[in-house]
T-cell receptor
Framework: DAGVTQSPTHLIKTRGQQVTLRCSPISGHKSVSWYQQVLGQGPQFIFQYYEKEERGRGNFPDRFSARQFPNYSSELNVNALLLGDSALYLC??????????????FGDGTRLSIL | AQSVTQLGSHVSVSEGALVLLRCNYSSSVPPYLFWYVQYPNQGLQLLLKYTSAATLVKGINGFEAEFKKSETSFHLTKPSAHMSDAAEYFCAVSDYVGAQKLVFGQGTRLTINP
């Protein structure tokens, strides 16, 4: 079975632009979460979506938004890009949603560079 | 609020030596604990998880971790290091209520010397 797939793998944008990152979960997984990993740090939670509804949001500004589609794939949108948004954006999927010990399975990420 | 502290941003061991990566957590409720490994230019791969069953958890690639509630620790060990173990290791905590949110430590870079 295919793992979590993310596209694109690399992206270069300039300050003030907008970007959309895409994620396809493992088949059968209904939960998708997004994380931001700045170089040299651990990933930081941005959003969780389960059954197409937002179930959790991390401490990120409103410039960050996401959605989940009926096929459980997801998009992360970031508006008005800042230099500090340069990071590896990781998508993770799991079988269950709230209060679950099901492990999250990560994709290889999208590396976003802001010039 | 939950938090994770990984002691030592860099650990270097010789091939064949014991690997010990330290993780301490803070959680107001019984936690779920995870160790992930990240190879260069890749995402995170689950090594093992603790979910309140056995306190000694065995994972992939010969790694294991022991949950010690009294010490709020979940250290990762491997009896004999291989060159292929060189990577970044992350400890993470989540809880059983609310969003399925992982809180990660800062990571420990493991180097294996031949």
């Amino acid at each position: 079975d295919a793992g979590v797939t993310q596209s694109p793998t690399h992206l270069i944008k300039t300050r003030g632009q907008q970007v959309t990152l895409r994620c396809s979960p493992i088949s059968g997984h209904k939960s998708v979460s997004w994380y931001q990993q700045v170089l040299g740090q651990g990933p930081q939670f941005i959003f969780q979506y389960y059954e197409k509804e937002e179930r959790g949001r991390g401490n990120f500004p409103d410039r960050f938004s996401a959605r989940q589609f009926p096929n459980y794939s997801s998009e992360l949108n970031v508006n008005a890009l800042l230099l500090g948004d340069s990071a590896l954006y990781l998508c993770a999927s799991s079988l269950a949603g709230l209060g679950s010990n099901q492990p999250q399975h990560f994709g290889d990420g999208t590396r976003l560079s802001i010039l | 609020a939950q938090s994770v502290t990984q002691l030592g941003s860099h650990v270097s061991v010789s091939e064949g030596a014991l690997v010990l990566l330290r993780c301490n957590y803070s959680s107001s409720v019984p936690p779920y604990l995870f160790w992930y490994v990240q190879y260069p230019n890749q995402g995170l791969q689950l090594l093992l998880k603790y979910t309140s069953a056995a306190t000694l958890v065995k994972g992939i690639n010969g790694f294991e971790a022991e949950f010690k509630k009294s010490e709020t620790s979940f250290h990762l060990t491997k009896p004999s290091a291989h060159m292929s173990d060189a990577a970044e290791y992350f400890c993470a905590v989540s809880d059983y209520v609310g969003a399925q949110k992982l809180v990660f430590g800062q990571g420990t870079r493991l180097t294996i010397n031949p």
